[in-house]
């Protein structure tokens, strides 16, 4: 069945404001591929194959989580069955071009480009990474910002999603790019997407970073906290000397956590973004550590 004649279901979520960047974390987490804002709601989507007795039980247990947090629990949802037709109008009204840094504009694939920036088009299909949410505007700013526009920089997009990050490194100049991605339908999408921006220097892997080898000069990985902190020692030994290593998806409150794991590996925080609630940190190898670190013999 193609992804047009599907069914998905729409969740249709009330939420508090102190809640919200909790709330659309856990949807993340929860697997939905897609999900927006519309009139201060949460629209959230979920493929039809998805246990939604388990959903509902999952997102009504999460009001504990909020009350323990300390955050309003008062959220309420509701949720219809709907065509893959209405759920791609939705999503396409929701998704306009978007500029970001200096440089990049995203550009929905239906949209004829219409900039003198460097445009990345994306279809996102049912896929996190359209350009819309923090994290990934973070990330992108922060890929302008460490590329150094000579071609020769190698770029790891761990998590990739649709691509964005891994073409947004490519059109930026880096020179060899990976993106890796546990899940297959990011996969494809992200594929898609490097065809539509007849892109030759970008590969994508399906795993997580055990199964990349190499070296790189920028890694980004905008995954959960949890998810970021067992595979620390993993961004280490995948860094080169001078890399760069940008971790975004964690929510206030949780940045700790991942700066201790990654401290523990041997990374140096160099900075931090903060994005409403959502958290950006910034890694290297200290100098003594990035003698020791660098695997190149000499060739880097
Ligand atoms: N990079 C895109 C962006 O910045 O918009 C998408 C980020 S999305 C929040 C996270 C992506 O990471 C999802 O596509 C998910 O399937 C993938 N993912 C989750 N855990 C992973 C892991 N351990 N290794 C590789 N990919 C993972």
Same mark, same amino acid.
Request: proline residues 4%; hydrophobic residues 40%; charged residues 25%.
């Given at each position: 069945m193609t992804d047009a004649l599907r069914e998905y279901y729409e969740f249709i979520l009330s939420v508090p404001d102190e809640s919200r960047d909790a709330i659309t974390n856990k949807i993340m987490e929860m697997g939905s591929p897609g999900f927006f804002e519309r009139d201060g709601n949460i629209i959230a989507y979920f493929d039809y194959l998805t246990d939604i007795t388990e959903l509902c039980d999952e997102l009504n247990r999460f009001r504990d989580v909020l009350k323990s947090s300390g955050l309003d629990s008062a959220f309420s949802f509701d949720y219809s069955l709907i065509p893959g037709k209405d759920w791609n109008e939705s999503w396409k009204k929701s998704f306009s071009p978007i500029d970001i840094g200096n440089k990049l504009t995203i550009v929905p694939s239906w949209i004829k480009p219409d900039t003198d920036r460097i445009p990345v088009i994306i279809d996102p299909g049912m896929v996190? @990474?359209? =350009? %819309? %949410?923090e994290t990934t505007r973070r990330c992108l700013a922060l890929i302008e910002k460490y590329s150094?526009?000579? @071609? @020769?920089q190698d770029f790891l997009d761990l998590g990739t999603g649709t691509g964005i990050l891994a073409i947004g490194a490519a059109r930026l100049g880096f020179g060899r790019v990976i993106g890796v991605d546990i899940d297959q339908s990011a996969v494809a999408a992200s594929m898609d997407n490097i065809s539509l921006n007849g892109l030759k220097n970008v590969t994508i892997v399906k795993g #997580?970073? #055990?199964d990349i080898t190499g070296v790189f000069d920028v890694i980004a990985a905008n995954l959960l906290s949890e998810t970021l902190i067992p595979i620390a020692r993993d961004i280490v030994s995948r860094l080169k000397p001078e890399g760069i290593a940008i971790l975004s =998806?964690?929510?206030?409150?949780?940045?700790d956590d991942v700066i201790r794991a990654m401290e523990d590996a041997g990374l140096t925080m160099k900075e931090n973004a903060v994005d409403g609630k959502w958290v950006t940190l910034i890694f290297s190898l200290p100098p003594s550590s990035a003698q020791s670190a660098c695997r190149c013999r000499g060739t880097c």
């Amino acid at each position: 069945m193609t992804d047009a004649l599907r069914e998905y279901y729409e969740f249709i979520l009330s939420v508090p404001d102190e809640s919200r960047d909790a709330i659309t974390n856990k949807i993340m987490e929860m697997g939905s591929p897609g999900f927006f804002e519309r009139d201060g709601n949460i629209i959230a989507y979920f493929d039809y194959l998805t246990d939604i007795t388990e959903l509902c039980d999952e997102l009504n247990r999460f009001r504990d989580v909020l009350k323990s947090s300390g955050l309003d629990s008062a959220f309420s949802f509701d949720y219809s069955l709907i065509p893959g037709k209405d759920w791609n109008e939705s999503w396409k009204k929701s998704f306009s071009p978007i500029d970001i840094g200096n440089k990049l504009t995203i550009v929905p694939s239906w949209i004829k480009p219409d900039t003198d920036r460097i445009p990345v088009i994306i279809d996102p299909g049912m896929v996190f @990474g359209t =350009g %819309h %949410h923090e994290t990934t505007r973070r990330c992108l700013a922060l890929i302008e910002k460490y590329s150094r526009n000579k @071609g @020769g920089q190698d770029f790891l997009d761990l998590g990739t999603g649709t691509g964005i990050l891994a073409i947004g490194a490519a059109r930026l100049g880096f020179g060899r790019v990976i993106g890796v991605d546990i899940d297959q339908s990011a996969v494809a999408a992200s594929m898609d997407n490097i065809s539509l921006n007849g892109l030759k220097n970008v590969t994508i892997v399906k795993g #997580s970073i #055990s199964d990349i080898t190499g070296v790189f000069d920028v890694i980004a990985a905008n995954l959960l906290s949890e998810t970021l902190i067992p595979i620390a020692r993993d961004i280490v030994s995948r860094l080169k000397p001078e890399g760069i290593a940008i971790l975004s =998806g964690m929510l206030t409150g949780q940045e700790d956590d991942v700066i201790r794991a990654m401290e523990d590996a041997g990374l140096t925080m160099k900075e931090n973004a903060v994005d409403g609630k959502w958290v950006t940190l910034i890694f290297s190898l200290p100098p003594s550590s990035a003698q020791s670190a660098c695997r190149c013999r000499g060739t880097c």
